[in-house]
């Protein structure tokens, strides 16, 4: 039994090995068959390339921006925070919480020379700040260790705009309130720059971090009040779930907020385009595998003076069936082998490429002004060239199951009383 299912396996490879690399097909048959391959390949290789590319922006967006804006924060509804030294401690043992830090935020302008730039002002303290944020890793000049009460660090994007530079003194003016909360005076003040950040996007455009200290003592609030806590999480993605968990444990009135509400859009944006893109090749790959249909049909028609002998001859007519599956999913192997290949080098190179193609036709489709990056981002995950792999595989195989199926129905006597 072991004997003869070896050979049928056998036979049926054998006669698929014969038919594909026969001369004897019509050169349109050929090209049916080799559009099929490369179809396959392409769209493979074009799969491969853009899930990569999308795993390289979440990553991005995970590695940078995620590691200097807080994944969830509190916020003061109409009163600051008081004693917030205590209350800090007590809300950072949450689980799922890695660490805290106070701020202090307010709408300013900033002046140098006779420009002028709007800017959001955030106040810090550099000692929570660094556990929460690696803001540090992002400066362009200066440094940022401990900021003083006369020190200010800009984003990059300000900075240009300002034409200013490390060393340079800036003048800050910020709106002072009155308690029905109406526009009483302002307030200015003369902050060295100490530190340029270049994060990338609008945040390099609207930030500049201050002392919290000293921006509590300018919009005169008192001592050991702040603002709002801004938090740094274990899983970015409860950070929702840990933002109502934290705000019911707060003792003061505080707006919850977290990290989707702000930079949500840029995940969904990157999930939606992943799925279209999954979806759009999927069916590029599909359409490929239907020239293995034509192929196979066609080759049936052509071969059906060889298969009517064969089964005279007493050949099963599985093993005719076997034989075009292979004839034609050899086609979607070759296809997938190389597209996998081709895909898998270009996801490694892309960065790469597209940094030459920059340089050699001043291309550049990510705009550091919107964006939080300048460069094509790469990131190859295994599971998703075998799920790739699988699909093309799986529709190369199904494209095989109609056309090898008529052939096993040839009637010989018709076939050969033609002849």
């Known amino acids: 039994m072991v004997v003869w299912v070896n050979f049928v396996a056998s036979l049926s490879w054998q006669l698929a090995g014969r038919y594909r690399h026969t001369r004897n097909s019509s050169a349109f048959i050929r090209f049916i068959s080799a559009s099929s391959t490369w179809g396959i390949g392409l769209g493979v290789a074009i799969l491969i390339l853009a899930l990569s590319v999308m795993n390289g922006f979440e990553a991005a967006l995970k590695n940078k921006l995620l590691s200097v804006i807080p994944h969830v924060e509190l916020l003061a509804v109409d009163k600051p925070i008081n004693n ?25 302008m900033l002046r140098l020379g006779s420009k002028v730039k709007a800017a959001s002002v955030r106040g810090i303290d550099a000692q929570f700040e660094h556990g929460i944020s690696k803001l540090g890793d992002f400066i362009q000049q200066g440094e940022l260790k401990n900021l003083g009460s006369s020190q200010i660090v800009l984003g990059q994007g300000i900075a240009t705009e300002l034409s200013a530079k490390v060393g340079d003194t800036v003048q800050l003016m910020l709106p002072q309130l009155s308690e029905q909360g109406e526009l009483a005076s302002q307030k200015n003040v003369s902050l060295e720059i100490v530190a340029i950040v270049g994060i990338g996007g609008q945040l390099d455009y609207q930030q500049v971090w201050v002392d919290i200290n000293a921006l ?27 933002a109502r968990e934290l705000g019911n444990q707060a003792e003061d009135y505080v707006y919850m907020l977290d990290w989707f509400r702000t930079q949500g859009h840029l995940y969904q944006d990157i999930q939606m385009v992943r799925s279209i893109l999954y979806l759009v090749l999927a069916l590029v790959i599909a359409v490929a595998c239907f020239n293995i249909v034509a192929t196979l049909v066609m080759a049936v028609r052509e071969k059906e003076s060889d298969i009517a002998i064969l089964l005279t001859m007493g050949t099963p007519p599985n093993v005719i069936v076997r034989a075009f599956m ?18 898998v080098i270009l996801a490694w190179q892309i960065e790469n490429i597209y940094a030459i193609a920059g340089k050699l036709f001043g291309l550049q489709l990510l705009d550091p002004t919107i964006y939080f990056i300048d460069y094509l981002p790469s990131e190859l995950h295994w599971q998703d060239i075998c799920l790739t792999v699988v699909v093309a595989l ?14 096993a129905k040839v009637e010989p006597a018709r076939v050969l009383g033609q002849r």
Not at 326 to 343: E, F, I, P
């Open 216 to 242: 509590g003592d300018w919009l005169s609030l008192p001592p050991n009040q702040v603002e709002g806590f801004a938090f740094k999480i274990n899983d970015i993605f409860q950070a929702g779930n840990l």
């Open 84 to 108: 917030w030294q205590p209350k800090l401690a007590q809300l950072v043992k949450t689980p799922g919480v890695l660490a805290g830090a106070p701020f202090i935020q307010s709408d300013g």
């Open 394 to 407: 799986l529709l190369s195989l199904l494209a095989t199951l109609y056309p090898a199926s008529r052939a």
């Open 326 to 343: 292979w004839l034609g999913w050899l086609n979607g192997v070759k296809g997938t082998a190389v597209g996998a290949l081709l895909g």
